[in-house]
């Protein structure tokens, strides 16, 4: 398997798809000519051309209807945010249009579309730039949501959403794009979304991470392997179908829970996953399920007061530590 | 009308004009006048517009326009019965912006409008029927029930709804449009919109999108002076929406909204301009609803007088008068028009009233295309 970064592995989901359907373009602020702001789209002008490759100008909320209306009749737009800061200017067009749309026509129009771009946390953009918004969309019934951590995953979750039916949120982590990982060969690779993957096996701890939390979790997890415990880490990709089903096998097995997220904590995926958690295996907890979440504040600028606000391995192996009563 | 406002929609289109050589000749310094012009006037120049026709199109379109004033006035007794819920917004008055722009368009070709719609979806061609079947709620309904008064579509007629938040449907028609040149059609989108809508940003930014793009999609802007209950003049800062298309280089036109035959014809030429050269025109009709903005509008911000005085220029009692005095028909064809469009919005509301409410497992149909199931059977 080659060792791709992120950024690569979603270049290539997007090449491949786009090699594969005639009907998937992809349009943008800066995905063009400038080759991404990012490079997630670098090349793909020059190999794929300007009818499907396409520069927008700064207009969220339009080109994301323009999207979702494409979508309408049959094509399968992947439509780039240049970061997921900005698709607040087209919540309209996402939340009124795409995810409403197959419902209210009684299920006339699907909407096969792709919101993709980086969220979460980046590095010292202060309040505007810096943020987790998944929480938002998955609240929505019509949307999808999905979060890669890993390059396998960028890769095989982004081909899956292009090609769903469904309109996906697809919110790559910012500062991940650089991170490296074993991809898969092989156009065929692609990973079913609504399906979480075991990162780690453990007895007696479930922490559940996702996005930027991943690799968070894992190191913590050798942490606290040092400290006698053992931690199993869930990975459920997807926020919205979520795979509640492996994260309860999980806990009936640990019996004890923390999430661990970038949003802040008031109505947070966290939150939900909590709830699930107690819904349908209360009597299988030992402790209260813990939260670890990014803090309550808009992100600061300063490095100091930035790194307070994400959640890090320190705060994760002391979660662990408080729902095993070790401390 | 100021001679500035006159001349900026005419600019740009002469530089259409010199682009494509297209564009028809200007109405823009004629329509303002138009609108206070008397009554016999705005006769003599639809009678003159009527020649141009064959008896069968001005029939169906006096048919069309009837068909939706007396289809809104059953829904109005119907709202007023409790049979219909929620909001409702009636298109009486208004008729011939619908009829005469979506008679102008093939069948293949999209509609996309507001909530205001039930005109335009039957225009478009759905039956009353399933149209009175969803303002019910009923599994009937185009939308089975779903979607409701604002919310009507239908895939089959390329009619695509329906859209609820003011300007909503202007980038999606916008993209449906972008859709129709992409996969190599020679399709057009017509998208009908209110002049409050032209506040919302994603005018501007549709608008932008489809000069700058060159996409076949014709904005429609129903201008009935009214946005719910607060004026045009209150609302924006210049008087005529057609000026706006300028900032764009759009293609524009004034419209005579209450002439059914001037709508078609400006529909025509845009039609032409967005098949050919895939350009995008703004149409601003000028129009008057005689009702509310809603059903439960208490319609305090204007008079008996102005209601009154715009109802001499009924769309469809003027297109009558034009048929009778140009003997395309006579009195007793009207009524026997009349008779059939009743016995129409009879058989519409009998549908409605006996279509089924929906089963209760429909309330989780259609929210995914692809359902996924993740949660565990429950212990």
Redesign the interface.
Same mark, same amino acid.
């Not at chain 2, 996924?372 to 565990?376: K, R």
């Given at each position: 398997m080659a060792v791709i970064t992120i950024r690569e592995a979603l270049n290539q989901a997007i090449r491949e798809e786009m090699l594969r359907d005639e009907n998937v373009f992809l349009m943008g602020e800066e995905v063009a000519a400038y080759q991404g702001a990012y490079k997630v789209t670098k090349g793909l002008l020059q190999e794929l051309g300007s009818k499907r490759v396409i520069d927008t100008p700064i207009t969220e909320l339009g080109f994301a209807g323009l999207g979702v209306g494409a979508a309408m009749v049959g094509l399968r737009p992947i439509i780039e945010f240049m970061t997921f800061n900005f698709s607040i200017l087209a919540t309209d067009q996402i939340i009124n249009s795409a995810a409403k749309m197959l419902y209210m026509s009684g299920g006339q129009f699907k909407i096969p579309i792709v919101f993709r771009g980086p969220g979460g946390s980046a590095f010292q953009v202060s309040s505007q730039h810096s943020q987790a918004l998944e929480s938002w969309f998955a609240y929505f019934p019509g949307l999808k949501v999905v979060m890669p951590s890993t390059p396998a995953y960028a890769k095989g979750l982004l081909k899956s959403s292009i090609r769903d039916d469904d309109p996906v949120i697809f919110i790559e982590q910012e500062r991940m794009y650089g991170n490296k990982g074993e991809v898969p060969e092989g156009e065929d690779f692609t990973i079913p979304l609504g399906v979480a993957d075991i990162k780690r096996e453990g007895t007696d701890v479930t922490i559940v991470a996702r996005s930027l939390m991943v690799p968070v979790a894992l190191k913590a997890a050798d942490v606290l392997a040092s400290q006698g415990v053992s931690c199993e880490v869930v990975d459920p990709r997807t926020i919205r179908p979520l795979d509640i089903g492996t994260i309860v096998e999980s806990v009936k097995k640990t019996n004890r829970v923390v999430v661990a997220e970038e949003t802040h904590p008031f109505c947070g995926v966290a939150a939900e996953i909590s709830t699930e958690i107690m819904e349908r295996a209360f009597d299988y907890l030992d402790a209260p399920v813990k939260r670890v979440s990014g803090a309550d504040v808009p992100m600061p600028y300063a490095k100091k007061l930035e790194n307070l606000a994400i959640p890090g391995v320190e705060q994760v192996v002391a979660a662990v530590r408080e729902v095993a009563y070790l401390d | 009308m100021s001679k500035q406002t006159a001349e900026s929609p005419s600019r740009a289109r002469a530089e259409e004009q010199s682009a494509t050589g297209v564009m028809e000749e200007a109405s823009v310094a004629t329509f303002e006048s138009g609108l206070d012009k008397d009554r016999k006037t705005i006769k003599q120049q639809q009678k003159t517009r009527v020649e141009g026709f064959d008896r069968d199109t001005l029939l169906k379109l006096y048919y069309q326009m009837l068909l939706i004033r007396r289809f809104e006035e059953k829904s109005a007794e119907a709202y007023s019965l409790g049979k219909i819920g929620g909001f409702c917004h009636l298109y009486i008055g208004q008729e011939a912006v619908a009829v005469g722009a979506i008679s102008a368009i093939r069948k293949d070709d999209?509609v %996309?409008t507001s909530y205001r719609e039930h005109g335009h979806a039957i225009a478009k061609g759905m039956s009353p029927e399933s149209v009175m079947a969803e303002l019910f709620g009923r599994v009937g309904?185009?939308? @089975?029930?779903?979607?409701g008064s604002m919310?009507l =579509?239908?895939?089959e007629l390329n009619f %695509?709804?329906? @859209?609820? *938040?003011v300007g909503?449907q *202007?980038? %999606?028609? &916008? $993209?449906? !449009? =972008? !859709? /129709?040149k992409?996969?190599g059609t020679d399709r057009v989108a017509l998208c009908f919109f209110g002049e409050a809508a032209v506040n919302q $940003?994603?005018f501007h930014?549709?608008l +932008?999108?489809a000069q %700058?793009?060159k996409l076949p999609c014709i904005y429609i802007c129903e201008n009935n002076q009214y946005g719910m209950g607060t004026s045009q003049e209150r609302a924006m800062s210049l008087k005529d929406v057609a000026q706006k298309a300028c900032a764009y280089e759009i293609a524009a036109e004034f419209v005579d909204g209450m002439d059914v035959l001037a709508v078609r014809e400006a529909t025509e030429r845009a039609v032409e301009r967005a098949r050919r050269d895939f350009l995008p025109t703004l149409l601003e009709v000028r129009t008057y609803r005689f009702m509310g903005h809603s059903m439960s509008d208490p319609g305090n911000y204007r008079t008996r007088a102005e209601i009154e005085r715009y109802q001499e220029r009924d769309p469809i009692k003027l297109f009558s008068a034009s048929l009778k005095e140009k003997k395309i028909i006579d009195d007793a064809g009207l009524g026997e028009i009349d008779e059939r469009v009743r016995a129409e919005v009879e058989k519409a509301l009998r549908f409605a009233e006996e279509s089924p409410e929906p089963p209760a497992e429909h309330l989780y149909?259609?929210?995914? /295309? +692809?359902p *996924? &199931? &993740? /949660?565990?059977e429950?212990n």
């Open positions: - | 999209y %996309l309904g185009c939308s @089975h029930g779903k979607g919310h =579509f239908d895939k %695509l709804g329906g @859209h609820a *938040i909503g *202007i980038p %999606l028609a &916008t $993209g449906v !449009a =972008f !859709a /129709a992409y996969k $940003g994603v930014e549709s +932008n999108m %700058l793009w149909y259609d929210v995914y /295309a +692809n *996924i &199931t &993740t /949660a565990p429950e």
